[in-house]
């Protein structure tokens, strides 16, 4: 069974830029895997970011953008603020309509 | 804009049944896939199944294939999981979400359901 992959926690500093990756735990990671990026604070709904690997959702600022980088999905966040602090999911699609997320990783900004 | 409410949570015995509700509004529901994610309590989101706008293709993740059934009424603009067999691990969150150009948009509130004796 595979398993997507993401680093457990990160932390960035004010201004700071910071690349959050999204894994197989067998093969790499493609546009084919329709990366998404979702942001979510505690007791909040997830919030798409971006899909399809670098399309950016309605509203989010251009801080935040995809990319595959290497065998991995990446999100790449420029300029970190202190309200970018949260838990960060991706997901991939695997085929025959079935997604799966990774664990998320817990952003500290400090 | 966009609404989506989640309703039928709550606590239910193992091996029990709960049927989940999402109440669509703010858009053509009948032209959007929708989605089911979950999230257990203080752990992370798993998918869990996803339906299309004729409701003539279902996908489901392993654990629940068998036990829950996802299904629609565009009439009444509403999204449906039927839980069946439930157990311990299947406590968490329920979110509905529209499925569209492969992107989970838009969100609801979520619904508990929790799994005890």
């Known amino acids: 069974q595979t398993v997507v992959t993401q680093e457990p926690s990160f932390s960035v500093s004010p201004g700071g830029t910071v690349t959050l990756t999204c894994g197989l735990s067998?093969?790499?990671?493609?546009?084919?895997?329709?990366p998404n990026w979702y942001q979510q604070t505690p007791g909040q709904s997830p919030r798409a970011l971006i899909y399809?690997?670098?399309t950016r959702s309605s509203g989010v600022p251009d801080r935040f953008s995809g990319s595959i980088l290497g065998n991995k999905a990446a999100l790449t966040i420029t300029g970190a603020q202190a309200d970018d602090e949260s838990e960060y999911y991706c997901v991939l699609y695997m085929g025959s309509g079935i997604w799966v997320f990774g664990g998320g990783t817990k952003l500290t900004v400090l | 804009e966009v609404q989506l409410v989640e309703s039928g949570g709550g606590l239910v015995q193992p091996g029990g049944s709960l049927r989940l509700s999402c109440a669509a509004s703010g858009f053509t529901f009948s032209t959007y896939w929708m989605t089911w994610v979950r999230q257990a309590p203080g752990k992370g989101l798993e998918w869990v199944a996803n339906?299309?706008?004729?409701?003539?293709?279902?996908n489901y993740v392993d654990s629940v294939k068998g036990r829950f059934t996802i299904s629609r009424d565009n009439a009444k603009n509403s999204l449906y999981l039927q839980m069946n067999s439930l157990r311990a691990e299947d406590t968490a969150v329920y979110y509905c979400a529209t499925h569209q150009s492969r992107v989970f948009q838009h969100w609801g509130q979520g619904t508990l359901v929790t799994v005890s004796s």
């Open positions: 339906i299309k706008q004729d409701g003539s293709e279902k």
């Open positions: 399809t690997t670098n």
């Open positions: 067998s093969g790499s990671v493609s546009t084919s895997h329709y």
